[in-house]
């Protein structure tokens, strides 16, 4: 485990969750479907989709192997948030 494991991702939270998007609609599951598959909270899910949150690499991980990908995979190309 690396330090950043728990630090905020590098990474804008609304782009990684436009690619979850595309990835929830490859498989034909909802946002639901996502949050019982991987745990996470609706309200949570919808505070990173919102840009409100900015979540740690280990809540990002947790979130994109339930759809049988790793964390590089949804970030690869992503230019790093600013601030």
Same mark, same amino acid.
């Given at each position: 485990?690396?330090?950043?494991? =728990? $630090?905020?991702?590098?990474?804008?939270?609304?782009? @990684?969750?436009e690619? @979850?998007?595309?990835?929830?609609? $490859?498989?034909g599951w909802s946002w639901a479907d996502l949050e019982k598959k991987s745990g996470a909270s609706e309200a949570m899910l919808r505070s990173w989709r919102s840009g409100e949150v900015v979540p740690p690499v280990c809540a990002v991980r947790g979130v994109v192997e339930a759809l049988g990908v790793? =964390?590089?995979? @949804?970030? =690869?190309?992503l230019e790093p948030r600013r601030g």
């Open positions: 485990m690396t330090n950043d494991y =728990y $630090a905020p991702t590098p990474f804008d939270p609304v782009q @990684i969750c690619r @979850i998007d595309g990835m929830l609609s $490859a498989l790793l =964390y590089e995979e @949804i970030t =690869y190309g």
